[in-house]
């Protein structure tokens, strides 16, 4: 196979859930894919690991004290592999030479950076990394248009969507269209009272009953924010208002998401909860790629469930919509205030139904301003995460 065949991908939040899924499929192509770049937060000791597999290019840490670890430990495996640290490197990475393909799977508005540079600078960016286009949506998706980059969403609601509108992503179907369905598990408290909820505890609520994934989205899908998120997401992705975004409760977690059209049809996507799947979309769109996932077989698995989401149980999911419509900064502050209250939950400092109160708290203090600017997000960020931290230490305080 001619070498112009093999695409080079930078794996973003490489030694996380969605990294080592991407590294997976990645490993199955060796004459179609190459990692070229790894990149992770703190964990140099894991990106070590994943550099001895996958012998990249390059390995950043972001993380500057991880530098000297980072540089010695590949030398010592004999890897030819250049050390980097610190966002902006991982930034730089993601916009240059070392790869055609950006699989943005930070967690976090941490991801932010590096997926705007990847989107400007035109690459085929596989976007995980959800808060990206919850802060600052409308700009992301303007830098890969003009950019020339294509989206191809993985997050497996959008990715189930993408498949539904045959790739066409915010063009040429607004018309089409009526809503569109994102199906929720209802994570690990469905059915539970808000009464139910005030004791559980981190290891409780990071048990996803259906997907194995990294602790903030665990936390996130137990609150319902993950959700709020995704309608978000979705909007910016296929340009949909929030009144033609739906959620419905589906504990199986095999229907992934729908697309309802003017003529009554409904499209769905369907298969195993395993992230492979919209990964290798992701590589291989327009064509299909070899996984590594099962096909479904119904008959195993019986009955496909649906019911209405409890949002009196679970607030976040109404805040995110009451965000998308307030519209400007709101989205960003929500994201702000989620991330530092589900950080704080995840270290024992405040309970699980402080989650919601903190972020709508936050939503109350800092009332949506135009998002004039990345800067004018920046500060809506930077204001959101003062405030909910110090709500957040209010709530410990004994
Ligand atoms: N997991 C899933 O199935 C799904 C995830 N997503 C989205 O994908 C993203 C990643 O989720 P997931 O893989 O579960 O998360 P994980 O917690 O498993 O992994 C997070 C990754 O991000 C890295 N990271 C954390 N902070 C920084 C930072 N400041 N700079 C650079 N890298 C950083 C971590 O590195 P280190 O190990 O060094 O800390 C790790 O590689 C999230 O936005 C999530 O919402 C969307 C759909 C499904
Ligand atoms: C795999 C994925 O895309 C997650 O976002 C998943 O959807 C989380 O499950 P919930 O439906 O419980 O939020
Ligand atoms: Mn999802």
């Known amino acids: 196979m001619p070498a112009s065949d093999l695409q080079s991908v930078a794996v973003l939040g490489a030694t996380g859930s969605i990294g080592t899924s991407a590294l997976d499929v990645i490993a199955r192509h060796p004459g179609r894919l190459r990692a070229s770049v790894l990149a992770a937060g703190r964990n140099v000791d894991a990106l070590l690991a994943l550099c001895r597999t996958h012998r990249p290019d390059h390995a950043a840490i972001a993380d500057p004290d991880g530098h000297a670890a980072l540089r010695d430990g590949l030398a010592a495996a004999g890897l030819p592999t250049r ?9 730089d990475l993601a916009a240059g030479n070392a790869c055609q393909t950006v699989v943005a799977a930070i967690v976090g508005a941490a991801g932010l950076d590096s997926t705007l540079a990847a989107a400007r600078a035109g690459k085929r960016l596989l976007l995980a990394n959800k808060e990206s286009l919850v802060l600052a949506g409308e700009l992301l998706v303007a830098a890969a248009r003009d950019g020339g980059a294509c989206i191809v969403p993985v997050d497996s609601e959008h990715n189930a969507i993408f498949q539904c509108l045959d790739g066409r992503g915010s063009a040429n179907h607004a018309e089409d269209v ?3 369905v994102l ?7 469905r059915g539970r009272s808000r009464e139910q909820l005030a004791d559980v505890t981190p290891a409780q609520a990071i048990a996803h009953p259906k997907w194995s994934m990294g602790p903030k989205i665990s936390v996130d899908s137990a609150t319902l ?12 992705l296929f340009d949909m208002p929030g009144a033609r975004i739906d959620v419905l409760v589906h504990p199986q977690s095999l229907v992934h998401s729908l697309v309802e059209f003017i003529d009554g049809s409904t ?3 369907l298969g195993l909860p395993d ?5 290798a979309v992701g590589f291989g769109w327009p064509r299909r790629m070899e996984s590594g996932v099962g096909g479904l077989d119904l008959l195993t698995h019986g009955r496909l469930e649906f019911e209405a989401p409890d949002t009196a149980a679970f607030p976040c999911l109404r805040l995110a919509f009451e965000a998308l419509e307030a ?5 960003a502050t929500l994201n702000a205030a989620n991330e530092v209250a589900v950080s704080s939950f995840l270290q024992g400092r405040i309970g699980f139904l402080s989650i919601p109160a903190l972020v709508e708290d936050t939503l109350a203090a800092l009332p949506a301003a135009p998002a004039s600017s990345l800067d004018a997000l920046r500060e809506a960020d930077a204001r959101a995460r ?10 410990t305080a004994p």
Do not use: Y
């Open 327 to 331: 519209g400007g900064t709101a989205p």
């Open 275 to 279: 992230m492979r799947t919209a990964l």
């Open 225 to 236: 924010m993950n959700k709020g998120l995704e309608v978000i997401e979705a909007h910016h």
């Open 83 to 91: 050390a980097h640290a610190g966002m902006d490197a991982i930034t």
């Open 386 to 395: 003062d405030r909910a931290t110090q709500l957040a230490t209010r709530l």
């Open 178 to 180: 009526r809503r569109i």
């Open 183 to 189: 199906t929720a598990s209802g994570g690990p408290f």
């Open 267 to 269: 499209l769905a996507q």
